[in-house]
């Protein structure tokens, strides 16, 4: 007691920037754990981004987070993150705050309620039940590290002074949900590298001029991603095209690798055929001196605008009949087929895409306590740091994972765990 009573710093005390998922997981964790939070946020309320996941309905998690899914500097980083708060554990946490889940048949994990909204007010009430000190509306402009702790300045409030600081303040996407990137300069003086910032999981924009009337077709798609002759990166999923490029979460998956190579001679192609080429090559076969079109038989796999672009691209008729076909021209439908190639032009920006790659390289962070290991008594968590994960869930799984990490290393061992 005499040390809690003269130490202005007070060790179960922790100051959390970011009332994201990240922040809110760690406040939780530190809370119930017997430390004392504060948790300041720009916005003038909790888990604003948190609200338009998933379009609304929250994609907290997947079955099937592991490391390799995220593009992260140091695999076994991640490893020991994942190791440390996996699915189970997460899926163990949620209940405890009123939010129960369901997963679909490829592991995308979601709230029962189908609702962001129940999700973030979960969270609210759970904070307020813990006792955490919430100063929302409160802009972080600067921190100034003092002797032994940090002080926080704001916008318009008072400083906050504090020993140990977590900050949880996101990347920069979708700057007008709050995270804006500004706290990387502060933590750029602090002493950490803060690697170039850029969009990722973002809209691919691509030369559509052969693709204009496939605008608002929707299909899965095996989508490989080359720089010349090299195979960078390879996804499969749904996308969507529009007139500026493509959309949805095959592309999105890639588009980091797209723009961390500004200027890159970079090409996609799409295979749309990757589950169904052998069935429809047989098909082809069976018909191949019959009058159906070859543009009726696709439409076994395909909707029906594509082979009405593609065959011309292979110099067939839209109409022909596959009697009026050479063996040599369906080869090149097929060859096309399975690699429709687009030459890529960029990344949709910040507006548009649902997290940020780079931040604070992960080698800077003790992966067991998210501690940094530049400035002493500061912790990181969530999107600040530069790790990727693919559309699904992954992504709230790190900053749920790094969140309840960090908040655990705060807990005061002198009291018991909640
Ligand atoms: C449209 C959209 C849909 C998405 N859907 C999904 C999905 O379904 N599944 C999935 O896994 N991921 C999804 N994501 C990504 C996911 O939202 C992020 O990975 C996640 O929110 C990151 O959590 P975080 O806590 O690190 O950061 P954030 O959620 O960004 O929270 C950081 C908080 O810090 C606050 N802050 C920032 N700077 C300051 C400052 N200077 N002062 C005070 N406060 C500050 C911000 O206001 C914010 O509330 C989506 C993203 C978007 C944009």
């Not at 099937?64 to 993150?81: F, I, K, L, S």
């Not at 189970?88 to 369901?102: C, K, N, S, V």
């Amino acid at each position: 007691m005499r040390y809690r009573r003269y130490n202005i710093y007070m060790t179960n005390e922790l100051t959390i920037i970011g009332a994201g998922p990240a922040g809110m997981t760690a406040a939780l964790f530190a809370a119930r754990g017997g430390t004392r939070v504060t948790l300041i946020e720009g916005n003038a309320s909790v888990g604003r981004k948190l609200l338009v996941t998933g379009a609304g309905r929250c994609n907290l998690s997947n079955d099937h987070v592991c490391a390799e899914r995220y593009t992260c500097g140091d695999p076994q980083w991640m490893e020991e993150v994942l190791a440390q708060f996996g699915i189970a554990d997460l899926l163990a946490f949620l209940p405890t705050i009123g939010i129960f889940t369901y997963a679909t048949h490829d592991g995308w994990c979601y709230p029962l309620s189908e609702s962001a909204q129940t999700v973030v007010d979960a969270f609210y009430y759970a904070l307020v039940q813990e006792g955490v000190r919430l100063l929302l509306d409160h802009k972080v402009t600067a921190i100034r590290n003092t002797s032994g702790g940090f002080e926080i300045n704001f916008k318009t409030q008072r400083p906050v002074t504090c020993k140990h600081l977590l900050i949880a303040a996101g990347g920069a996407a979708y700057p007008t949900l709050g995270s804006r990137g500004t706290l990387f300069p502060i933590l750029k003086e602090l002493g950490h590298t803060i690697r170039p910032v850029v969009p990722a999981l973002a809209p691919v924009t691509c030369d559509m001029t052969p693709y204009q009337k496939l605008k608002g077709v929707r299909f899965d798609a095996r989508v490989r991603l080359f720089e010349g002759k090299t195979l960078l990166a390879e996804t499969t999923g749904n996308l969507i095209f529009t007139e500026w490029g493509l959309n949805g979460p095959a592309v999105m998956d890639l588009s980091h690798h797209i723009s961390t190579r500004p200027g890159g001679s970079l090409r996609l192609e799409l295979n749309p055929l990757f589950a169904s080429e052998e069935a429809l090559r047989l098909l082809a076969r069976k018909n191949r001196r019959s009058a159906t079109p070859l543009a009726v038989l696709l439409g076994a796999a395909l909707p029906p605008k594509v082979p009405s672009v593609v065959l011309p691209m292979a110099g067939v008729a839209e109409r022909a009949r596959m009697e009026q076909i050479s063996d040599i021209e369906l080869e090149k439908v097929f060859t096309l087929l399975t690699a429709l190639p687009f030459k890529v032009t960029g990344v949709r920006g910040f507006e548009y895409c649902q997290v940020s790659a780079g931040g604070v390289p992960v080698s800077e962070v003790d992966p067991l306590t998210m501690r940094s290991r530049v400035v002493p008594n500061l912790q990181l968590a969530g999107e600040t740091l530069d790790v990727v994960g693919p559309c699904g869930g992954y992504n709230l799984h790190f900053a749920f994972s790094t969140g309840a990490i960090a908040g655990m290393a705060n807990r005061d061992a002198s009291k018991p765990e909640r």
